[in-house]
Every structure is written in C-alpha cells, then in structure tokens.
C-alpha cells in the first residue's frame, strides 16, 4: 500500500507538470501576441504619417505601408495562435480537475479504505490471540503467587551457604609472645644477634598479622591451578567431585565406544560384504588411548579429591578443638614459668605444625563471592576506521592515523565526538566525522 501511495502521488505530480507547462505556453502565446499588436500600430502609424507628409518620396510611403501590413499579418497570426493556445489549456485544465484529479482522489480513497478494513482484521487477531493468551498468564500469576508463598528463605540460605562455603577452619587464639625475656639476658647471650647496623635482630615467627585470613579483604589475582589448590577447601572438594564424575562419564563413553566398535569389527570380520575390518582399526586405537588418558585422569583426580577431604575434615576437627577449651584471659605479661612453658607449647607446635605458605596466607577465603563483584571489561560496540588524520592534543582526546582500524567503545552521543579504542591501547574521543562507523 505504501508503494500504491506514492504510484498515485506521482500521477497527480505528472499530470500537474503537463498543466503547468500548457499554461507557460499560454502565457509566451500572449506576450507574442501583444507585442506583435503594438509593432503592427506602431508601423500603420509611421506609413500613415509618411502619406500625409508631402516631403516623403513614394518608394518611402510604399515602403512603409507594406511594412504596415507585414505586421498587421503577424499580429493576426499571433492572435490566432494565442486563441488556439488558450483553448487547448482550457480543456486540460478542465480535464485535469474533472477527470484526473477526482481519479487520483477515489484511488487514494479506496486505497485507505483498504488499509483501514486491513488493520481493523490485524486488531480482531491481535485481540483474540490476546483472550487466548490472557488465561495463560493467569495460569502463570498463579503459580508465581504459590511459588512465593512457598519461599522458604532459612533453607535457601542453607542451599547457598552449602553451595559457597570455604571449609577454612576458625582461627585458634593469638599466642602471647614474650619479648622480655632477652631483654633481660646479658648481652652477650647467643640467643640475641646484633647486626651490624646495631639493632637487635629478633628470631621467632613472622608477624602474626599475615597469616590472618580476613573474610571481606581485598581479593589478590590468584594463578587458577589443575588441582583447585587456589580455592578454599570446601570448594576445592567440589570442584574435583565436579571434574571426576566428569572424567568418569568421559571414561564410560569411550569404553562403550570401544565396546560397540569391537562389535562392528566382528561383524564385518564375518560379513567382509559389510565393511571392511581394517577400516575400524584406527578408530578404535584412538579409543583405546582416550581410554588410557582418562583413567589417568580420574586416578590422578582421585588423589587429589582425598586430599582435599583429609584436610576438610582435619580443619572441621582441629576448628572444633579449639574451640572446646575455653579462651585465656588476655592478662599481664606472664610470668617467666609460664612464659617458658609457652615458648615450649610454641615450639612444639610449630614442630608439629607446617607453617603456611606465604601464598596460602595471603589468599582470601572468598573468592567465589568476589567473581560477583568484579567488574566486567567493557566489550566494544562496533568498529571504524578512520578516514581522516587526527592529532589528539586536548585532554581527553586520543590520536589515529588515517585508515587505521579502531573499536568503537560509546556512540556520539550528539555532540560531534564519539569514544574508542585503539588496537595497542589506548581509550579516548575523536570527531565523529572522522569516522566511518558499522555497529555490531
């Protein structure tokens, strides 16, 4: 309809054009047909006044009178050209509006009245499609509306937190270290070094305050590792859980896989007018190793799952130890027995114990919580190329060479200028006329 339109819209432009043009024409039919009338006066009153002078000769009289009558000749052909000319322009200007136009006005007419019954029929669809669809959503409503009266948050919250949960086991309490005691030494006790910058060089264990795992710190980048080593415990053990039942479904797989080729290799083994054995050879080869590199896997996987269990359940059981026994008062500086007795607890524990590594330490317990968190880089939009040289000098700005190939980052958004990114780095604005831009 839109194309019946303006066919239509162009008629009427056609014919318009024609009766614009019929009436220039009659206008220079009637400007020629004056000025012929006034040349033609013009000459009868010169061979009159040459008649009447007595000075003028007869060949001038002549003359002048059958120059007189060539324009009275030309005027009156002239008039019957502009008689001609303006009869012609009145019957098109009647025909265009009598006939043309009122044609032109019906087919638009109907046109719109075609249109009009066309989208009535599209709203009577729409309208029944949407009675159709209205029960559904009711439907719908009304299971959200059970749904959300079943919302059982405490469970939820158990889901996630069995879903999230570190397996770190609490810290126990801060031992008290006693520093007096070398300061009441002599000096010239081994036990205390003296540098050769003359400040006492204290031995022990390293400051308490990095092998704290604080809850919501700061993530560091962790290097992500085959055994899940980089996660806490809890999800390190779900992880590899995740990854051998993986590599066992892979395993099953290809033994099935093995299984049914040695079938088919049977088959064509009686039936050569099947296939040809030798055919399979290579397939089933192919099986056997990727049968061989998944038990390696799931052994290898296994391991490590036992691991993370045996450490699961040692940091479960030495958080609930800790715990038994009710913590010590943070008194004065103990005496020098039990500071004694301390340093010895202290040394057999850290004997007993392996201290952590500086990279365990330093890890943050929640590191699946901070993947939420973590801002996503910004994917470019389209590319450009630009057209033209630009020396990106205000701030703000960024330089390109002609031709070169740029990420479009952000639309002009009206002001002339538009954000991207050049292929070595690099974000900043350039003109938008500078630019030939395709979107993604």
């Not at 050209?81 to 009869?87: K, R, S």
């Not at 524990?349 to 993947?371: C, G, L, V």
């Amino acid at each position: 309809m839109k194309q019946e339109r303006k066919m239509h819209f162009q008629e009427g432009r056609r014919a318009q054009q024609q009766l614009e043009s019929g009436f220039k024409q009659l206008e220079n039919s009637k400007r020629k047909f004056e000025r012929d009338c006034r040349e033609a006066e013009k000459a009868a009153q010169t061979a009159e006044r040459l008649d009447q002078d007595i000075n003028a000769t007869k060949a001038d009289v002549e003359k002048a009178k059958q120059q007189a009558h060539i324009r009275s000749h030309m005027a009156e052909e002239s008039k019957n050209e502009y008689a001609a000319q303006l009869q012609r322009f009145n019957r098109d200007q009647a025909h265009f509006y009598f006939s043309q136009m009122p044609q032109i006005f019906d087919k638009l007419q109907d046109m719109d009245e075609r249109r009009a019954t066309h989208l009535g029929a599209g709203y009577g669809l729409l309208s029944e499609a949407e009675l159709q669809v209205v029960p559904i959503i009711a439907k719908c409503l009304e299971g959200m509306k059970v749904a959300a009266a079943a919302v059982d948050s405490k469970n939820d919250s158990q889901v996630l937190i069995e879903l999230h949960k570190s397996g770190f086991a609490r810290p126990g309490d801060v031992e008290f270290e006693d520093f007096s005691q070398p300061m009441n030494r002599a000096p010239s006790d081994s036990s205390l070094g003296t540098p050769s910058d003359g400040r006492p060089e204290l031995r022990g264990p390293a400051r308490s305050g990095r092998a704290k795992r604080w809850p919501f710190g700061k993530k560091n980048k962790t290097v992500v590792t085959e055994d899940f080593s980089h996660l806490p415990p809890e999800q390190q053990r779900k992880r590899l859980q995740q990854q051998l039942e993986d590599r066992n479904r892979e395993l099953q797989k290809e033994v099935d896989q093995r299984e049914a080729l040695k079938k088919m290799k049977d088959v064509y083994e009686k039936t050569p007018q099947m296939g040809d054995p030798a055919s399979l050879e290579p397939r089933i080869t192919e099986t056997l190793n990727n049968i061989e590199r998944l038990k390696l896997e799931v052994q290898k996987y296994e391991a490590w799952l036992a691991e993370a269990e045996s450490r699961v359940l040692s940091n479960r059981g030495d958080s609930l130890s800790r715990h038994a026994r009710p913590p010590d008062p943070p008194a004065s500086a103990p005496p020098d027995s039990s500071s004694s007795s301390n340093s010895g607890s202290q040394d057999n524990k850290e004997s007993s114990e392996e201290p952590p590594s500086e990279e365990s330490q330093d890890a943050p317990i929640y590191t699946e919580f901070d993947e939420d968190f973590e801002e996503e880089p910004v994917s470019p939009i389209g590319h450009c190329v630009a057209i033209y040289h630009f020396e990106g000098s205000s701030e703000g700005t960024i330089s390109m060479a002609e031709g070169e190939d740029l990420s479009l980052m952000e639309e002009d958004k009206g002001d002339g200028w538009t954000r991207v990114r050049r292929k070595q780095g690099g974000e900043g604005y350039v003109p938008t006329s500078y630019l030939r831009v395709t979107l993604n």
